[in-house]
């Protein structure tokens, strides 16, 4: 079998810069493999972690509910309340896209667990800081597009989910 080789830790802020520039390119897989092999060598590095978790996201559409298992094994490993509140819902609002996109009716309950994560970063984020409003906004304007964005569902996001929530 062939084995995998490890990059240097010197070459580690070259090959995030590649993997960055990968997922903008619109290649997620590329990213995905040059994370790994940082992390490989630096397993606490916070940008190949958070960089693999956007790269594994960036794959829903085209994937099963894999990556949405391997994007959620990340977030344990992201120092930060913050940020994994953030980032926990990115998870939750792409996997959201991923199942509009394919016509489920799920949707809504990601969009929904989203903004509630957005709502507890946002809470805990540094002031100036408003990414994780820009977020909310986001999911806001899809369910808007949409028509999801009845009363009931304001109320839901509030706190009283129906049926549709993603299970945890």
Do not use: H
Not at 20 to 26: G, P
Request: charge should be negative; proline fraction near 4%; glycine fraction near 6%.
């Amino acid at each position: 079998m062939v084995e995998l080789r490890l990059i240097s830790k010197s070459g580690i802020p070259a090959a995030l810069r590649k993997a960055t520039r990968y997922r903008l390119l619109n290649e997620p897989l590329e990213a995905d493999s040059i994370c790994r092999d940082v992390l490989a060598v630096d397993p606490e590095n916070q940008e190949a972690i958070v960089t693999l978790l956007l790269a594994v996201t960036d794959e829903f559409v085209n994937e099963l509910a894999g990556p949405l298992n391997d994007a959620q094994s990340l977030l344990p490993k992201i120092k930060g309340e913050y940020e994994r509140a953030y980032y926990e819902g990115i998870i939750n609002e792409r996997w959201g896209n991923a199942q509009m996109s394919k016509g489920t009716q799920t949707s809504i309950g990601w969009y929904r667990a989203a903004m509630q994560c957005y709502t507890k970063a946002e809470e805990l984020s540094e002031p100036g800081n408003d990414d994780a409003v820009l977020r909310w906004n986001t999911c806001v304007r899809i369910m808007q597009r949409y028509d999801f964005a009845s009363e009931e569902m304001t109320r839901d996001i509030q706190g009283e989910y129906g049926d549709d929530v993603p299970l945890r």
